[in-house]
């Protein structure tokens, strides 16, 4: 079955860090451009980090250098979005999806039709 799946959303207080993960099975994360995305209640879903494995070649939204990173896994076929200094804005619904763009096309256009299910983080003041 070919399917991506969430994990490791949770209820931190601000500052505190969460590790999420993005798990696919079918096929290999490693030929595809990953990206994690959030919604936040009322808003659009927007990008929050991509990673192009092909190049090494990652994109992340502004409001979120320097706190978050994603990385590759390819033993375990997942990538991790870690979430260090964790605010209330950052609160949302957070989904990966897969495709064949560049970095800056996945998480500026989202183009994928093939996502997550979500995970939820909380971040409490």
């Known amino acids: 079955q070919v399917q991506l799946v969430e994990s490791g959303g949770g209820s931190v207080q601000a500052g505190g860090s969460l590790r999420l993960a993005c798990t696919a099975s079918?096929?290999?994360?490693?030929?595809?451009?990953v990206g994690w995305f959030r919604q936040a209640s009322g808003k659009e879903r927007e990008g929050v980090s991509c990673m192009d494995p092909t190049d090494g070649s990652t994109w992340h939204k502004d409001s979120v250098k320097g706190r978050f990173s994603i990385v590759r896994d390819s033993a375990k076929n997942t990538v991790y979005l870690q979430m260090n200094s964790l605010k209330p804005e950052d609160t949302a619904v957070y989904f990966c999806?897969?495709?064949?763009?560049?970095?800056?096309?996945?998480?500026?256009?989202?183009?994928?039709?093939?996502w997550g299910q979500g995970t939820q983080v909380i971040v409490s003041s």
């Open positions: 079918g096929f290999t994360l490693d030929e595809y451009t």
């Open positions: 999806a897969v495709d064949q763009v560049t970095v800056q096309t996945m998480c500026l256009l989202s183009p994928s039709e093939f």
